[in-house]
C-alpha cells in the first residue's frame, strides 16, 4: 500500500535513487530545504511498504492577482513504481493544496518537450497550464 505524507528533512537524505532518472531535475540541499521550510504543503513524498521512497513531488505558490497559481517544481516517480498512476496522485494533492488552501487560479510547471509521457499524463489535470522546454 502506497503511503503520501509531507516530506521532511530526513527524506533529503533517503530521495537520491528516485533523483537517478535522466528526466529528473536535480538540485543542491539547500534549494530543497528552502522548498521544505517556505512552500512545506507542496512537498510531499511517496512511500511503499518497509518505508521505501517510490516518488515525491515539491512545488511552491506563487505569483499575483489572477497570476496568483501553484508551481510544480519537480515530480518524480522511481521507475520502478511506473504506470501506477502515482504521480497522477501526487500532481491531484499538489492542485487541491494549490485550490483549496491558497486559492491558487491554476498550477503551472515546465516539462522537456522530449518527455512525451509526462506531457500526456499532465494533460489530464484539470488546474493545468504545461510549458515545454
Given at each position: ?8 528533512c ?16 536535480t538540485?543542491n ?10 512552500w ?12 521505501r ?6 512545488g ?8 496568483w ?5 519537480a ?11 502515482l504521480?497522477?496522485?501526487?500532481m491531484?494533492?499538489?492542485e ?7 486559492k491558487g ?29
Amino acid at each position: 500500500m502506497t503511503t503520501i505524507r509531507r516530506f521532511c528533512c530526513n527524506d533529503l537524505l533517503r530521495f537520491a535513487s528516485v533523483n537517478f532518472d535522466h528526466l529528473t531535475e536535480t538540485f543542491n540541499m539547500s534549494f530543497y530545504m528552502t522548498y521544505l521550510a517556505r512552500w512545506p504543503d507542496y512537498f510531499h513524498v511517496a512511500e511503499a511498504p518497509g518505508n521505501r521512497v517510490m516518488g515525491y513531488i515539491m512545488g511552491k505558490v506563487e505569483g499575483q492577482g489572477e497570476s496568483w497559481h501553484g508551481h510544480v517544481t519537480a515530480v518524480t516517480v522511481a521507475p520502478e513504481y511506473r504506470r501506477q498512476q502515482l504521480a497522477k496522485k501526487l500532481m491531484n494533492l499538489l492542485e487541491d493544496i494549490s485550490d483549496k488552501i491558497d486559492k491558487g487560479y491554476f498550477v503551472d510547471l515546465f516539462v522537456r518537450a522530449s518527455n512525451t509521457p509526462a506531457i500526456k499524463m499532465y494533460e489530464k489535470v484539470s488546474l493545468l497550464f504545461i510549458s515545454l522546454n
